[in-house]
């Protein structure tokens, strides 16, 4: 069945980077967006960027524009985003998702979500 | 501030009928259909809605999604202590050119 793989939770300190990454199974890797999502503790969700596989470009959230870089590996569908200058702020879930639809189309919405990789930042 | 809004909460009793509403503008919920995602505690977000009223395999037809205009509503019908959750709404956004999301309902089974 189609799933989305999250690697395991991360401790880092404030200042340094994080790479997080999310191995697609089950469906053509390459016909999809992957977005990532992320959700602090207690609070809503919020959407970080999105990474359309077949061409590796990616859309970025304005708030996250320069310190997210979203990539892929299709030989392992794997999908990772890397957030860098983490603060005590960007400790939460992190969240990889397919995404079916288009901004043409009327329509996008995610179908599939990882269990989610919790990142922790703290000093 | 999401750029949807919706509820903080809304509560009911087993059996009952509960309805969340959700808000926004012709750019997003005016030009696009609604997603509505459910999320119990401690899990990843589960998709419920999509494309306003349609359920994907396995949700049952208690949940049901409608839009009118920029406004939406997802409404939970025979309710269950399992439907305590989370709710959010979600579209895309044609000004933002990404997607949206609310900011989240808690639904309490009393």
């Known amino acids: 069945q189609v799933r989305l793989a999250q690697s395991g939770a991360e401790v880092k300190q404030p200042g340094a980077s994080v790479k997080v990454s999310c191995k697609a199974s089950?469906?053509?890797?390459?016909?999809?967006?992957i977005n990532w999502v992320r959700q602090a503790t207690g609070q809503g969700l919020e959407w970080m960027g999105r990474m359309f596989p077949n061409s590796g470009n990616a859309g970025y959230s304005q708030k996250f524009q320069g310190r997210v870089t979203l990539t892929r590996d299709t030989s392992t569908s794997t999908a990772y985003m890397e957030v860098s200058s983490l603060t005590s702020e960007d400790t939460a879930v992190y969240y990889c998702?397919?995404?079916?639809?288009?901004?043409?189309?009327?329509?996008?919405?995610?179908?599939?979500w990882g269990k989610g990789t919790t990142v922790t930042v703290s000093s | 501030q999401s750029v949807l809004t919706q509820p903080p909460s809304a509560s009911g009793t087993p059996g009952q009928r509960v309805t969340i509403s959700c808000s926004g503008s012709s750019s997003n919920l005016g030009s696009n259909t609604v997603t509505w995602y459910q999320q119990l505690p401690g899990t990843a977000p589960k998709l419920l809605i999509y494309r306003s009223n349609l359920r994907p395999s396995g949700i049952p037809d208690r949940f049901f999604g409608s839009k009118s205009g920029t406004s939406a509503s997802l409404a939970i019908s025979g309710l269950q202590s399992d439907d305590d959750a989370d709710y959010y709404c979600a579209t895309w956004d044609d000004s933002l050119s990404s997607p949206v999301f609310g900011g989240g309902t808690k639904v309490t089974v009393l």
């Open positions: 998702a397919r995404a079916l639809g288009s901004s043409s189309s009327g329509y996008y919405y995610m179908d599939v």
């Open positions: 089950g469906y053509t890797f390459t016909n999809f967006d």
